[in-house]
Nanobody, 122 residues
Framework: QVQLVESGGGLVQSGGSLTLACAAS????????VGWYRQAPGKQRELVADITSTARTSYVDTVKGRFTISRDYAKNTVYLQMNSLKPEDTAVYYCKASNIIVRGGQRIGDTWGQGTQVTVSS
């Protein structure tokens, strides 16, 4: 019923920038929280940033001041602007939507996108 599609990943040099997008589709009435996660090879998936329906944001310490999460409610899209990228930011980036309500009032569980690769070269 609900799908998330990430885009915007790629290869960038250290110090460069990328903007990721997470577009939600389906019979969506509301999404409470959308988070960006990342998983590097051999490491656990970690929460990078999230944003609530009231635009409250939070960030992991390692990206504070470099990454900005934002939300376009009309487009059901959440963005992650990533500046001053470092090689250690290299990972597959996933978005997750939580507390989703669809047409008819049904609540949908956590939904993940398929991921987009971000590679930062030194």
């Amino acid at each position: 019923q609900v799908q998330l599609v990430e885009s915007g990943g790629g290869l960038v040099q250290s110090g460069g920038s990328l903007t990721l997008a997470c577009a939600a589709s389906g019979s969506i009435i509301s999404i409470n929280v959308v988070g960006w996660y990342r998983q590097a090879p051999g490491k656990q998936r970690e929460l990078v940033a999230d944003i609530t329906s009231t635009a409250r944001t939070s960030y992991v310490d390692t990206v504070k001041g470099r990454f900005t999460i934002s939300r376009d409610y009309a487009k059901n899209t959440v963005y992650l602007q990533m500046n001053s990228l470092k090689p250690e930011d290299t990972a597959v980036y996933y978005c997750k939507a939580s507390n989703i309500i669809v047409r008819g009032g049904q609540r949908i569980g956590d939904t993940w996108g398929q991921g987009t690769q971000v590679t930062v070269s030194s």
